[in-house]
């Protein structure tokens, strides 16, 4: 453990993250190479989030995507296709479930993707919903979702740096992250660990530093860009650094709003003195009865879904949209009940059903040039082109 310790102080002393991309001249090898031992042993903890980086072929259009696009286009105005609960991809029923007691429903109940994170940005996606929380067994934050950890010995940190990875080898790529604390309270103690990890000297050129809005492409090319769902109340005073836009509910009597999320838009003002809002379609929980048939909760879903992206197409050209096109969390609620999952809901059962993706690709492919915003969907990968449909290729 002390040598493990010493490696990953030497790698941050000898190269503050920045050397992945541009690596120093050293006055001895063997530094190099317990620096290169302290980057594998970080990526490799990584591993059960991050996946491996299979790299790009020459006929993936996808991988690096935004580099025909010119860097004055606002973020806000672009096509960002997103991956909702990011983390759940390598759930499974022996995954460490050992710290929270009581019976948990079945693993494919809580899984959103397939694709681990690396996989999923040369696939397109470029916003990730990452939901994280506090283990005091190891006094770390890793990546949680509704009762499970996503991976036990992997922590936000180890996320963050196969990210800067990434972006170091896709310079022309903007990722949005957006972080949310879930899975008990949000104390003074978390809030201070979170605001170090985002804010530290070794980080910080990997983070887009402006606040209160999102900027252009060009800004954000080869960055991290926040968009916080968690609140900052309890930091000390002197901590007092903001990056990204803040979607938290610091107005708690909206917090139904935002978790829940009826079947309309969701107005959030995020920039109040810049006029900057926020318009979001969550839906959460769905206004059925107990027992309703999947193509049911499909076809409300879809609908609340396109209205927002319609409506995106259509007015507010310089405010942030957002659109979950992923399945009702009450789906999971009443797991006893319905039998669907998430990828049930999101690829539908046969032609007799189809799934939310299936639906959404020829509405997005009819208005091919529009924008949308950001939409967030559960299995993007099972339906080939809803990707590409998103972006506009």
């Not at 030497?10 to 290169?36: N, R």
């Not at 694709?115 to 990452?130: A, E, K, M, T, W």
């Not at 979170?194 to 000297?201: A, K, P, Q, R, V």
């Not at 606040?211 to 492409?217: D, E, F, N, R, V």
Request: aromatic fraction near 10%; glycine fraction near 6%.
């Amino acid at each position: 453990m002390l040598l493990h310790l010493n490696l990953c102080a030497l790698f941050l002393a000898l190269s503050p993250l920045a050397s992945i991309a541009a690596p120093p001249s050293y006055d001895h090898p063997s530094q190099t190479v317990l620096s290169q031992a302290a980057s594998s042993d970080i990526l490799l903890r990584g591993l059960p989030i991050l996946g491996p980086d299979n790299g790009c072929s020459k006929t993936l259009k996808t991988c690096d995507w935004m580099a025909k696009i010119p860097d004055n286009t606002p973020l806000v105005r672009m096509n960002l296709p997103g991956a909702h609960d990011t983390a759940t991809w390598n759930y499974s029923d022996t995954t460490s479930y050992t710290r929270y007691p009581g019976p948990l429903p079945p693993a494919d109940l809580l899984r959103c993707q397939e694709r681990p994170l690396l996989q999923s940005l040369n696939d397109g996606i470029r916003v990730f919903d990452l939901r994280s929380i506090y283990d005091p067994s190891s006094d770390t934050i890793g990546f949680y979702h509704s009762l499970a950890l996503s991976a036990a010995t992997t922590t936000m940190t180890d996320v963050f740096f196969g990210l800067y990875q990434w972006l170091n080898e896709h310079p022309t790529e903007a990722v949005l992250l957006s972080i949310n604390h879930e899975g008990g309270r949000f104390s003074a103690k978390i809030q201070e660990m979170m605001y170090d990890i985002i804010n530290s000297d070794a980080e910080k050129k990997y983070w887009v530093q402006t606040s209160g809005s999102l900027g252009t492409l060009g800004q954000a090319r080869g960055k991290l860009t926040l968009l916080q769902r968690f609140t900052f109340d309890l930091l000390p005073t002197y901590k007092t650094k903001r990056i990204g836009i803040q979607l938290d509910l610091s107005d708690r009597s909206k917090a139904f709003e935002w978790a829940c999320n009826p079947p309309k838009v969701f107005e959030l003002v995020y920039n109040a003195d810049k006029g900057l809002t926020a318009f979001i379609q969550s839906y959460y929980a769905s206004s059925h009865p107990l027992t309703p048939t999947p193509p049911q909760y499909i076809e409300e879903k879809f609908g609340v879904t396109t209205a927002n992206l319609g409506n995106a197409t259509l007015f507010n050209p310089d405010q942030l949209y957002i659109s979950f096109a992923s399945a009702p969390a009450m789906i999971v609620l009443r797991w006893l009940r319905v039998d669907m999952s998430p990828r049930m809901f999101a690829l539908g059962n046969g032609t007799d059903t189809p799934g939310m993706n299936q639906k959404l690709l020829p509405w997005l492919k009819a208005r091919k040039g529009s924008r949308f915003g950001v939409i967030m969907l559960d299995f993007y990968d099972a339906v080939p082109g809803l990707v590409e449909a998103v972006i506009g290729l």
